[in-house]
Each structure stands twice: as structure tokens, then as C-alpha cells.
């Protein structure tokens, strides 16, 4: 009898930890939810506003999704390619290349290039030098993937391949101080696609995530108990 109370507690156990992890699982998809339509309301009240110089910007609490404008010098000769990036249901690479400010060093990101061909060759990149240029964009501030542990191979040549924007990484590998941001420029370019998209994922996508997760905490709420209450008469 002791055995058999045994294995039910053990079955209620488990049935209340999935119920309780799937129920955490909707309420975080609701936090996320939430985050992202205070976001894109951020988002659209920047957007709103005049161009900002670099220094404004970069003054203000939350600077990201500012637009601005402000002049500098590029580095071509350190140009990075950032892997792996998706535009128009192509693979290529968004080109970044650091750039001496009145505010300091900044990367920029210059937009993207398609693959030139399925083995792994790196795209031809092609950037004017000619001083002190114009820039026109939008203050993004790069998040770390945690699936990718590395930022770029042991390689010094460039363009550099790089896996995601890691600013500190990139700093010490460049030997500049950069600023925590990246301008995405919006301009409209020859060469490369420019786009900014700074919430990948709508809200209402976070809600229908939210929904599943609660209907699947009450599936396993339903079978769990019905299978324990039925073991248990089984057990009587």
C-alpha cells in the first residue's frame, strides 16, 4: 500500500511541475507581450521626431530607435561581416565597419549583401574613402545570443567573419574603445539592402504562444488527473 501511494504522489508531482512550468512559460510569454508593444509604442514616438545629433542620442535615457544624423571617418580597412543574415529569403551578410565620431568610436552598419555563391565565399565590399562622410540612421543596441558562444574565428585578416555583435568582443579584437551601439543606416544605397527591424517578433505572436501554453497546462492538468484518480480506484 505504501508503494502504491508512493507512485501516486510521484504522478501528481510530475503532473503539477509540467503544469506549473507550461503556466510560467504563458505568463512569460505575456511579459514578453508586453515589452514589445511598450517597445514599438517607443518605437513609433521616436520615429516621429527629427534626426538628433550623435551626442543628443546618446544623452538621452534610452537612446535606442533614435534617429540621427552626424559625420565621422570609416575604417575600411577593418571591415566586419556579420553571418547568416536572412533578407528577401536569401542568405548573405550585413557589412559593419567602425567609425571615428565626434562622440568616439562606432559601429556602423552599412546593410547587407547577398552570399556570393553556397561556399561560404565572402562578398566583394566596396566602400567610398573619402574622409569625413555624411551618416543618416537609427541607434540600435545589440543583444547576445546565448545559442552562440563564439563572436569571430582566430582570423586578423578582413573582412573579418563574425557570428553576432558582441561590442565588447569586437572591441578588444579591433583594440578601440567602442560605444555600446550600433547605427543601422537607412539611407538609401547602390551597393547594399538597408533595412531596420528592430522587433522581429509582433506581439500578438507572444499572446498566441501565451495561449498554447495555458491550453497545454490544462490538457496536462485534465489527463494527469484523470490517469491518477484512475490508478488510484485501480490500487482501492
Not at 536572412?86 to 552598419?109: E, R
Not at 582566430?154 to 579584437?173: E, G, K, N
Request: aromatic content about 8%; proline content about 6%; hydrophobic content about 45%.
Amino acid at each position: 500500500m505504501k508503494q502504491l501511494r508512493f507512485s501516486t504522489l510521484i504522478a501528481i508531482t510530475i503532473t503539477a511541475v509540467c503544469v506549473i512550468v507550461m503556466c510560467w512559460l504563458g505568463f512569460w510569454q505575456l511579459d514578453r507581450m508586453e515589452q514589445k508593444q511598450q517597445r514599438l509604442n517607443s518605437i513609433t514616438q521616436k520615429q516621429g521626431k527629427e534626426s538628433l545629433s550623435l551626442i543628443q542620442a546618446l544623452a538621452s535615457n534610452d537612446p535606442r530607435d533614435t534617429r540621427v544624423v552626424f559625420e565621422g571617418v570609416p575604417d575600411i580597412t577593418r571591415v566586419l561581416l556579420l553571418d547568416n543574415q536572412i533578407y528577401n529569403k536569401q542568405v548573405g551578410y550585413s557589412v559593419l565597419v567602425p567609425v571615428n565620431t565626434n562622440a568616439g568610436w562606432l559601429l556602423v552598419n552599412y546593410g547587407w549583401l547577398p552570399a556570393p555563391d553556397l561556399q561560404r565565399t565572402l562578398p566583394s565590399v566596396v566602400i567610398e574613402n573619402d574622409g569625413i562622410q555624411q551618416f543618416s540612421g537609427v541607434l540600435s543596441k545589440p543583444g547576445k545570443n546565448p545559442l552562440i558562444q563564439e563572436t569571430m574565428s582566430a582570423s586578423t585578416h578582413f573582412p573579418a567573419l563574425i557570428q553576432q555583435i558582441s561590442v565588447a568582443d569586437i572591441s578588444r579584437f579591433l583594440e578601440l574603445n567602442l560605444l555600446p551601439y550600433v547605427v543601422v543606416l537607412t539611407q538609401e544605397s547602390e551597393v547594399f539592402s538597408r533595412h531596420y527591424e528592430p522587433v522581429v517578433m509582433p506581439p500578438e505572436k507572444h499572446l498566441g504562444y501565451a495561449i498554447q501554453w495555458f491550453g497545454l497546462a490544462i490538457a496536462a492538468a485534465i489527463i494527469g488527473g484523470f490517469a491518477i484518480v484512475k490508478k488510484g480506484r485501480r490500487d482501492e
